[in-house]
C-alpha cells in the first residue's frame, strides 16, 4: 500500500449507531488531518494531530471524536449523528505542521451517509 | 481571516480548448498556493502549487502564476482533454497557521469532444 488509505469507502448508519473511520498513511509523516466535504462548501477542517498530539479542532461537535494512536493512524469515532452529517470525510497527512510550503496528501476518501 | 475565491463552475470546454479557472485569496501573511484536482470517487490530488510571489508552479500541461499584486493564483492549461473533467480546487497555506489548508469551493470542469 501506498499514499493515504481510508476505510471503508462507503458507511450507511442511522441516527443510534457508533462507526468509526480508518485512515492510514504510508508515506512517513508526522501530521494527519480529518477534512468534511460537504455538497457546495469549501472544504472544512476539523482536527489536526502532530506527532500524535492532537493541535486543532475547528469547533467540531463532540458527536465526531478522534484518535491518533500512532503517526501513521488516524480515526475518527462517530455516534449519534445528524443526517447533516452526511458528507465525504478525508484524510490527509504532510511532513508535519511546521511549513506553510508542505503538500497535503489526501486519501480517497469515507462517503458517510447518516439515516 | 484568510478566504480562496473561485470562479463559479461548471466550466464545459471542448477538447483541446484552452482552460482558465480564477482564483484570487485573501491572507494575513506570506502563503503558499495550491491547486488540487479530485477526480470522480477520489480524493484530492496535488495538481502543482507555489510558494511565493512571482513563482510558477506548473504539472501535466497545467501553470499558475502567484501574483501577489493582484492576489490571484489562475490556473491555466493550453490544450484541456477529456481525461482532465475534475473538480478543481485553489487553496492556501498562510504564515503562522501552517496546517490550515483554506480551500476554495471547487469549479468543476466538463471537457468533451
Known amino acids: 500500500e501506498t499514499g493515504v488509505t481510508q476505510t471503508p469507502r462507503h458507511l450507511v448508519m442511522g441516527m443510534t449507531n457508533k462507526k468509526s473511520l480508518k485512515c492510514e498513511q504510508h508515506?512517513?509523516?508526522?501530521?494527519m488531518y480529518w477534512y468534511k466535504q460537504s455538497a457546495k462548501k469549501p472544504l472544512e477542517l476539523m482536527f489536526v494531530?502532530?506527532?500524535?498530539?492532537?493541535?486543532e479542532n475547528n469547533s467540531v461537535p463532540s458527536r465526531f471524536s478522534p484518535e491518533c494512536p500512532n503517526s501513521s493512524h488516524l480515526f475518527l469515532h462517530l455516534h449519534t449523528l445528524q443526517p447533516e452529517d452526511s458528507a465525504l470525510y478525508l484524510c490527509a497527512s504532510s511532513r508535519d505542521t511546521s511549513r506553510r510550503t508542505d503538500t497535503q496528501y489526501f486519501g480517497p476518501g469515507t462517503r458517510l451517509t447518516v439515516l | 481571516g484568510d478566504s480562496v475565491t473561485q470562479m463559479e463552475g461548471p466550466v464545459t470546454l471542448s477538447e483541446e480548448a484552452f482552460l482558465t479557472i480564477n482564483c484570487t485569496y485573501t491572507?494575513?501573511?506570506?502563503?503558499?498556493l495550491f491547486w488540487y484536482v479530485q477526480y470522480p470517487g477520489e480524493g484530492l490530488q496535488l495538481l502543482l502549487k507555489a510558494t511565493k510571489a512571482d513563482d510558477k508552479g506548473s504539472n501535466k500541461g497545467f501553470e499558475a502564476t502567484y501574483r501577489k499584486e493582484t492576489t490571484s493564483f489562475h490556473l491555466e492549461k493550453g490544450s484541456v482533454q477529456v481525461s482532465d473533467s475534475a473538480v478543481y480546487f485553489c487553496?492556501?497555506?498562510?504564515?503562522?497557521?501552517?496546517?490550515?489548508?483554506?480551500f476554495g469551493t471547487g469549479t468543476r470542469l466538463q471537457v468533451t469532444l
Open positions: 494531530y502532530n506527532f500524535k498530539e492532537q493541535t
Open positions: 508515506l512517513g509523516h508526522n501530521a
Open positions: 487553496a492556501l497555506s498562510d504564515t503562522g497557521t501552517a496546517s490550515k489548508l483554506t
Open positions: 491572507a494575513t501573511g506570506y502563503p503558499s
